[in-house]
């Protein structure tokens, strides 16, 4: 099993481009979810999904899209980047949706937006 | 005030030395709680989970007080290994999922 991938490692943009992060599971895991990782900062929930087809807001969402059409990807969209979109980029999923269960993470997208 | 709070540290301890952190989070309707570990520019992994009568995982040692609202991870006889960010994770039911609030984590760096 590959576990979470998510491409691309690095990316870096101009403000007012839009782009995709892209996510993977091969677990079958039905919760999946996108976080931001900011210096001296938790990690903070922008999107999450709970199955294909549904999608929920987090902590910090505007600015992103999703959309879950398969239970293997789920792809965070930037609309219109923005500096302050610079972060770090976590996809994670667990097999529950209740938090109890262990989050697998992906390795990360590192985003710069100048 | 932060929902999960932790001292960042970092915290630089020779190794073999037994080195605590302390995480609180304000919710007490919380109903679990982890540790995760975090290397340096890697994703974070789960360490352990931490029970209200309080775990044991080879050197690491998870406690829960629920009284006062803290969780704590003991490590014992700190490796090189060890340096990381250690994560603290506080979950409550939100709806009709969990809802997980991370904290800004603790550096440990242990030194030779």
């Known amino acids: 099993n590959a576990g979470v991938t998510q491409t691309p490692k690095f990316q870096v943009l101009k403000t007012g481009q839009s782009m995709t992060l892209q996510c993977a599971q091969d677990?079958?895991?039905?919760?999946m979810s996108w976080y931001r990782q900011d210096p001296g900062m938790g990690l903070r929930l922008i999107h999450y999904?709970?199955?294909?087809?549904?999608?929920d807001q987090g902590e910090v969402p505007n600015g992103y899209n999703v959309s879950r059409s398969t239970t293997e990807d789920f792809p965070l969209r930037l609309l219109s980047a923005a500096p302050s979109q610079t972060s770090v980029y976590f996809c994670?999923?667990?097999?529950?949706?209740?938090?109890?269960?262990?989050?697998?993470f992906g390795p990360g997208t590192r985003l710069l937006v100048l | 005030r932060k929902e999960v709070e932790q001292d960042p540290g970092p915290f630089n301890v020779p190794e073999g030395a037994t080195v605590a952190f302390n995480c609180t989070y304000s919710?007490?309707?919380?109903?679990?709680f982890f540790w995760y570990r975090q290397d340096c520019r890697k994703e974070p992994k789960l360490l352990m989970s931490?029970?209200?009568s309080g775990n044991e995982d080879g050197r690491f040692t998870a406690q829960l007080n629920r009284a006062s609202q803290y969780i704590s991870l003991l490590i014992r006889d700190s490796k090189l290994s060890d340096s990381a960010t250690y994560l603290c994770?506080?979950?409550?039911?939100?709806?009709?999922?969990?809802?997980?609030?991370f904290g800004q984590g603790t550096t440990l760096q242990v030194k030779p």
């Open positions: 994670a999923s667990s097999r529950g949706s209740r938090g109890q269960e262990t989050q697998y």
């Open positions: 994770v506080v979950n409550y039911d939100s709806g009709n999922t969990g809802k997980l609030i």
């Open positions: 999904s709970v199955g294909a087809g549904i999608t």
């Open positions: 677990m079958n895991h039905e919760y």
């Open positions: 931490v029970y209200s």
């Open positions: 919710n007490s309707a919380s109903q679990s």
